[in-house]
Each structure stands twice: as structure tokens, then as C-alpha cells.
């Protein structure tokens, strides 16, 4: 899988760079890293990337504004948002540009392996916590839930 890393953090960047293809046994390398969101879609372009993973913390246009331009350029790629902080309103707005997963950059390097393959197989990957938080947030104030209203037999 060919990756390119859209980061505005020199270490960060070289740091993926050095530890993906090792910790993946070669099935991951990095082909393309740039610090400027608005050169991420010509990055992947460039590079028949299969997967960018975008901070969206960056400078403007920011980390989201890529996110779009990269899907805009090549609807193929799957892209994953990485954020210094897992916050919902983050997560929901890379979702919405069309991230396949969020990830927070606090994982450890060893946990970003299998969600890079699993976004590349078609899933969408978003760390349990923030999955609950989502939900807890959209279900209707004040409602049960179609679970809750069955029977134990119902269910």
C-alpha cells in the first residue's frame, strides 16, 4: 500500500515515514509527504497513492479543505484524519470531507497498521470512544431506543 503523509510536523511525518514500512512488514510505505494541505491532492496524484493520511490540525486551508480536494481529485483514495485531540465536532467534519477514518495521533505506532489496511478494504475506522460518544450524542434526547422499547423476547 502506498501512502503519503499530509502533516505540517517535520518529526511526525519522518517518523511515519520510518516505522510503517517496518511495523507493517513492508505491506506499508510512505511515497509522499508534504507540510502544505493545498499541495495534498497533487501529492496523491503524483504518487498513485492508495491512502493519505491528513492531519487536520495544518495551516490554511487546513487539514478538512484536503481532505475534500484530495477525494475531489481521485475519488479512489482513502484518506484517514489524524488530530492531536479526538474530538467529535473533528472527527464528524473529516467524515463529512470524505475521510474514511479518524484515528488520533496519540495511538501508538504499532495500532496504525491494521486501520490502514481495513480503510483500504472499504471500512471506515473511528476509535470505540469516539464511536460511543457519536452515538450517545445522536440519539434523540429523552427517547428509548428501538432496543429498548423490545421485549426481552423481541430481542
Known sequence: MDVVVVDDHPLFTRGLGLLLPGLSGGRVRVVGTTDDASAAAALVRRHHADVAIVDLH??????????????????????????????????????????????????????LVRPLLAVLDGWSVVPEALLRQLLAEAAPAGQQSIADQLTADER
Open 58 to 111: 495544518m495551516p490554511p486551508p487546513g487539514g478538512t479543505r484536503a481532505i475534500a480536494a484530495i477525494r475531489r481529485a481521485d475519488p479512489m483514495v482513502r484518506v484517514v484524519a489524524l488530530s492531536g485531540l479526538a474530538e467529535a465536532d473533528a472527527a464528524i467534519e473529516a467524515l463529512r470531507a470524505g475521510a474514511s477514518g479518524f484515528l488520533p495521533k496519540s495511538a501508538d505506532p504499532e495500532s
